[in-house]
């Protein structure tokens, strides 16, 4: 009998529809760890479990023997694509496609508030100040450039469109199409369509070709009142030329929920920037109740596939 | 030969238009006031003019000898219905319609910036503080009330529809089909809504019905993890009684464009009020160019039933 190791947030009834799914497993439900924190389990365990479901620490994974699938409840699964943290046969699945929601609203927010000039209104209410900030932008009609037309950059693509926008996805595979985008475009011609775009908004992960993707330079192609959001990862914007540039007036703001590094150091000139908007890190993560449910059904129905002998969804190549 | 004193702020194109939309009146075109300021024009322009476009003052228009109309740039029209401001006969027509998306936008970046607690890491931001605050909310599937159902509501409510809100509007005529409304009441069974409300949004005028509408009393009767939004006029909430809600953590945040008094003065308690995000009514006026396209559009429609002998649209009644 195969051992399923849960340490995923489920309601009452998620666990019950995977006790239902699986019933020739033994399944064992473990409390669900603080975020960032691994979770409590005794190495025998580990050393006994078939399958995970959940985030171990790449240590508790040393003590697994029997270990022939691991699902995370994070899309992303860098920690464990070191060679060795995962046997080779072991198969390995991610949560990509429960955060799309969460991060692209939080992106839609961080856009229109700066387009209202929020934050400088927040500046204003704490120092007591009833004065007006001047013109504001609007999302109908403004020109949306994406960058990465997945799970995170197909859901911001929607809401924009939703209020109004023309949206232009870059990607690997511009003549696949993608629902909620007006055009797409590869990747390599980024820099033909930064002079056009109203909004820059790059959902992209960490590649060698993604890191500092915006320098000093690309800043510079940018419109000056064009606006710039980040919640792919931190080291896509080089965030001392971004400091500088928007000291310069060389934007409308930024938005950037991801830096480089995280935390951001007290003494960087990000902080102090009156037309950014900082978030640490927080558009995804738990933080929708929505979320959670999202991951456990992406995992329910690949412990479904699992023991049907069916492919896993979501299936992540390690060394 | 009836002469028009325009003083909207205009393109080259409208202006054209407006000069061939009546050829035979003799129209002149004023620099455009800053805003709030009144329009710098000499006495003999109005005592002979018999349409003014544009918000002249109470002291400008006892000046005029001939006027028979004036259409104004802004959609309330209060200062003019005062006795004696306007002859019986004189027209008076608003531009109500024009700034529907303005304020609407405005409403909905207060509304995600609150759900997805923007202002806190605003705060945070100014601390140099990198800091996780918590739990954020989510549009979709939010139930969204909106007293008035007007120009303001009827765009708010299309905004929340569009990222997956359920909307209620309340009016005084819920018979009237309204698009963008899931259901409408009878605003008089407000009471019986703000239980239910993920959001309350309103955007009615002053009249003596809405003075304090939202008193100690409703606001407790609001859901804890409720947001509210005023985007109507700042008498129809109780500001004293608002911020002593914020303050107990009665609701999760509130927004306000509108205050009573305006400007809010330097000692009043909502300035200090965390979950709070305070704009100086800036919603609509001037702040997005499309809205100066709206106004004119309005006033040059109006120009051309004119003189065509038909009926305005916009009419308000005045004593």
Redesign the interface.
């Known amino acids: 009998m195969e051992m399923i190791l849960n340490f995923l947030p489920l309601t009452q009834q998620e666990q019950a529809a995977f006790l239902a799914a699986a019933p020739e497993a033994s399944q064992v439900f473990l409390p669900v760890p603080a975020l960032g924190s691994p979770v409590e389990a005794e190495a025998a365990q580990f050393s006994e479990a078939a399958v995970i479901l959940g985030c171990p620490s790449v240590q508790q994974l040393s003590g697994c023997r029997k270990l022939k699938w691991l699902q995370t409840w994070s899309a992303g699964v860098d920690p464990y694509l070191a060679p060795g943290v995962l046997d080779k046969d072991t198969l390995l699945t991610s949560a990509v496609g429960a955060y799309g ?2 991060v692209s ?2 992106m ?3 856009m ?2 700066l ?2 000039r ?2 400088a ?6 120092g ?1 100040v ?11 009609l403004a020109r949306v450039l994406i960058l990465g037309t997945g799970d995170l950059g197909g859901h911001f693509a929607a ?1 924009c469109k ?2 109004g926008a023309y949206t232009v996805g870059l990607n690997r595979h511009p003549d696949s199409p993608r629902e909620h985008f007006d055009e797409l475009d590869h990747i390599s011609r980024l820099d033909k369509w930064l002079p056009w775009a109203d909004v820059v908004a790059s959902t992209l992960p960490e590649t060698p070709e993604t890191i500092r993707l915006f320098d000093a330079e690309r800043l510079e192609a940018m419109r000056r009142d064009a606006i710039l959001i980040n919640a792919g990862r931190g080291s896509g914007v080089d965030c001392v030329a971004l400091a500088a540039a928007l000291r310069a007036g060389k934007l409308w703001g930024a938005a950037l929920d991801v830096t480089e590094p ?3 150091p ?1 003494a960087h000139p990000l ?1 102090a920037c009156d037309n ?5 890190h ?1 558009a995804g ?1 738990d ?4 979320t959670a449910r999202n991951v456990a059904a992406i995992a329910l129905e690949n412990v479904r596939r699992y023991f049907a002998g069916e492919k896993l969804r979501n299936l992540m190549a390690h060394s």
Chains 1, 2 share one sequence.
């Open positions: 929601q969460s609203e939080h839609l927010a961080c229109l508030a387009m209202k929020l934050p209104y927040r500046d204003r209410q704490r007591r009833w004065e007006d900030a001047g013109r504001a932008k609007s999302p109908a809401l939703a209020l995280e935390p951001l007290a902080w950014l908007l900082l978030t640490p927080v993560s933080h929708l109740p929505q």
